[in-house]
Every structure is written in structure tokens, then in C-alpha cells.
């Protein structure tokens, strides 16, 4: 019996020429859009195999990481809020998961995929049948895009495993990310970076004691929660963005 390497475990037992087993099972995500009030205004579209959405910045489709459950290989899929229709936008049958982030007039995203030890960035135009091209930060580890901001210029990650200096959130100009620079720690995989609307701060989650939501500004090194931070701004990052947004659970 052959099963998926990466992990998990195989369910079943054989005897006298009969073998029994037990299928995976995942429960199924609901796609759910709520205001910033947190009220719950409909459902988007139910799924028991995607996750980590990315509403696109017009609001009519949603990138998510689709998980073949037999494989535990995943790529990355497009969902046509108009038409609620499914379209497969990356090809590389990764194990693991595949996370996205729209650049900002949603014609291109960048996404993250297992290659060979570690997971690497590409970019890629919606529509494009290859893989991309393959984002060269000079770092060896594991990274997992996080953002890109609405101005396309800056990008922000998460890397561990990093062989050459610490794990944490990274950050760089989209013209040069051979130059990355350290933004915060974290080591939260399913609660990735994300930029501000102005593309000036990033908000993620650190788990201390408890998870708790920071922010940092994007070019200064000091960190700061966001119940507590003051700079000079009378809003916090994420407050003037007033459109609905998506969520999984």
C-alpha cells in the first residue's frame, strides 16, 4: 500500500486476502463574507478541500490552496465569485500547501510551493499554463509569501529553516528581493503577513501565551502590538479598508 510521505498516518488492516481501510476525511471549510463589524452577511461557497483565501482586489474571485487529500499535494485554485466556477491557476503538484497574494490590480499573484528541501516564491500572470518565474531572495529555508502590497512594490514573507541567520517575517522592494531585510518574529504558517492598504505596516499573529495580533511598521525593525502602538497615525493599519472581506473556518 502506498501512502503520502510527507505525513499523516494509513488507516487499515489486511487478512487472508482482504485488506480494510479507512479514508481520509476533512471537514468541509465555509467561505463566509462578514464587515468589519465582524457581522456575517452570506455565505461565499462551501469546501472541504480549500483554505487560505485571497479575496482579488475587485472582489469577484478568491485564490485559495486546494489539498488532494490522497497525495497530501496541493496547488492553487481560483474561484469565479460571478460564475462560481473553480479554475486551477498553478500546475506543480507540490506536497504540502500552496499560499498566495494578489499583486494589486489582480493580473498577476505571486505563490509559494515546495521545491526540492524547501518551499520557493514565483510569480505568475492569472491565465499563464506555467509555473512562473522563480522569485531569488539569496536566502536558503522555507518561505511562504505573505503579501504584496496594493502598489506592487514591496513583498513580505515568512521564512524558517533559514540556514543563515534567523526565522521570522521578511520584507523587500518586488525590484529587489535579492536584499531582504528582517521584519518581526513569527513562526505562524496559517496566519501569514499582510501589508496595510497604504503598504506602510504589516500586520501577523505571534503565538506568546496566547495568539495575539501585532504590527510592525514595514521599514523599521521595532515591533509593537496593535492594541498599543502609537506613531503618529490616528488609525490603525487595517481601518481603512470598509469593504467586506472573506473568511474560512
Request: hydrophobic share 35%.
Amino acid at each position: 500500500m502506498v501512502f503520502a510521505d510527507l505525513g499523516g498516518w494509513a488507516s487499515f488492516d489486511a487478512s487472508q486476502g482482504t485488506v480494510a481501510w479507512k479514508e481520509q476525511y476533512d471537514p468541509p471549510f465555509s467561505f463566509r463574507w462578514y464587515n468589519q463589524r465582524g457581522q456575517l452577511l452570506g455565505i461565499a461557497f462551501d469546501s472541504a478541500m480549500a483554505d487560505l483565501p485571497r479575496l482579488a482586489p475587485n472582489g469577484r474571485a478568491i485564490l485559495t490552496n486546494r489539498l488532494n487529500q490522497q497525495t497530501h499535494t496541493s496547488d492553487a485554485w481560483l474561484y469565479d465569485l460571478e460564475r462560481g466556477s473553480w479554475t486551477r491557476v498553478t500546475f506543480r503538484d507540490a506536497p504540502g500547501f500552496t499560499s498566495t497574494a494578489w499583486s494589486g490590480d489582480g493580473r498577476r499573484f505571486i505563490y509559494s510551493s515546495l521545491t526540492g528541501k524547501y518551499s520557493e516564491m514565483y510569480v505568475k500572470s492569472v491565465g499563464d499554463s506555467t509555473e512562473g518565474a522563480l522569485l531569488k531572495t539569496n536566502q536558503e529555508g522555507l518561505k511562504l509569501i505573505g503579501d504584496w502590497s496594493a502598489d506592487n512594490k514591496s513583498v513580505v514573507w515568512l521564512l524558517s529553516e533559514n540556514v543563515d541567520g534567523k526565522d521570522g517575517i521578511y520584507g523587500a522592494s518586488f525590484d529587489s528581493l535579492d536584499k531582504p531585510f528582517f521584519l518581526a518574529e513569527s513562526k505562524t504558517e496559517d496566519d501569514l503577513p499582510r501589508f496595510s492598504p497604504d503598504g506602510q505596516w504589516i500586520a501577523y499573529v505571534r503565538h506568546l501565551r496566547e495568539s495575539r495580533c501585532f504590527c510592525s511598521p514595514l521599514h523599521e525593525s521595532t515591533c509593537c502590538t496593535a492594541e498599543s502602538f502609537n506613531w503618529g497615525r490616528t488609525q490603525s493599519p487595517l481601518e481603512s479598508r470598509r469593504t467586506p472581506f472573506v473568511l474560512s473556518h
